[in-house]
């Protein structure tokens, strides 16, 4: 892991900040591979049947996966999943940028039906309580699952001095 700083606090560095964080999260696969739950998967972390499906990744079903496909196809799902973050959560954009990048982040992994269910944890966000809200998800199962990846969207969630992430 390393620390990355931020100059600026627009929806590209939201956008860039939320990439990175993923694409360190999730590694690259250029061929199809079953993850711990059974899911086809390729490239960052795509499954078949999941919101990659509607900008291309069926026609992989067959082939391998360059970065640069896979990026391709990241782009417009990353760019979805904000867009509906800034309208469902009416304080998203008013948080950090490293907030709303660490949101972006855990909403690709979860999904955004099973991250809209993060209630208690999204309701401390909202209000301010990054204490409360990190403290709720360390209880829950996603983040004893995928360990490495939750305790450095918790630092996230925490590091707003001068824009610093970690990736």
């Given at each position: 892991?390393?620390?990355?700083?931020?100059?600026?606090?627009?929806?590209?560095?939201?956008?860039?900040?939320?990439?990175a964080?993923?694409?360190?999260?999730?590694?690259?696969?250029?061929?199809?591979?079953?993850?711990?739950?059974?899911?086809?998967?390729?490239?960052?972390?795509?499954?078949?049947?999941?919101?990659?499906?509607?900008?291309?990744?069926?026609?992989?079903?067959?082939?391998?996966?360059?970065?640069?496909?896979?990026?391709?196809?990241?782009?417009?799902?990353?760019?979805?999943?904000?867009?509906?973050?800034?309208?469902?959560?009416?304080?998203?954009?008013?948080?950090?940028?490293?907030?709303?990048?660490?949101?972006?982040?855990?909403?690709?992994?979860?999904?955004?039906?099973?991250?809209?269910?993060?209630?208690?944890?999204?309701?401390?966000?909202?209000?301010?309580?990054i204490?409360?809200?990190v403290?709720?998800?360390?209880?829950?199962?996603?983040?004893?699952?995928?360990?490495?990846?939750?305790?450095?969207?918790?630092?996230?969630?925490?590091?707003?001095?001068?824009?610093?992430?970690?990736?």
């Amino acid at each position: 892991m390393k620390l990355i700083s931020n100059s600026s606090m627009d929806i590209k560095t939201l956008f860039d900040t939320a990439k990175a964080l993923i694409i360190n999260a999730e590694g690259f696969s250029p061929a199809w591979y079953s993850d711990t739950a059974g899911n086809l998967t390729i490239g960052y972390g795509f499954k078949m049947g999941g919101m990659a499906q509607k900008y291309g990744l069926g026609s992989f079903r067959h082939k391998l996966m360059t970065e640069q496909e896979a990026t391709d196809i990241l782009t417009p799902i990353i760019t979805e999943i904000t867009t509906l973050l800034s309208m469902d959560l009416l304080w998203f954009k008013e948080i950090s940028i490293n907030q709303g990048a660490t949101l972006a982040d855990m909403a690709y992994n979860l999904g955004l039906s099973q991250f809209y269910g993060f209630n208690t944890f999204l309701g401390y966000i909202a209000k301010g309580e990054i204490d409360n809200a990190v403290a709720d998800l360390t209880t829950t199962l996603w983040y004893n699952q995928v360990k490495n990846r939750a305790v450095r969207d918790c630092f996230n969630l925490f590091a707003q001095v001068g824009n610093l992430y970690l990736i």
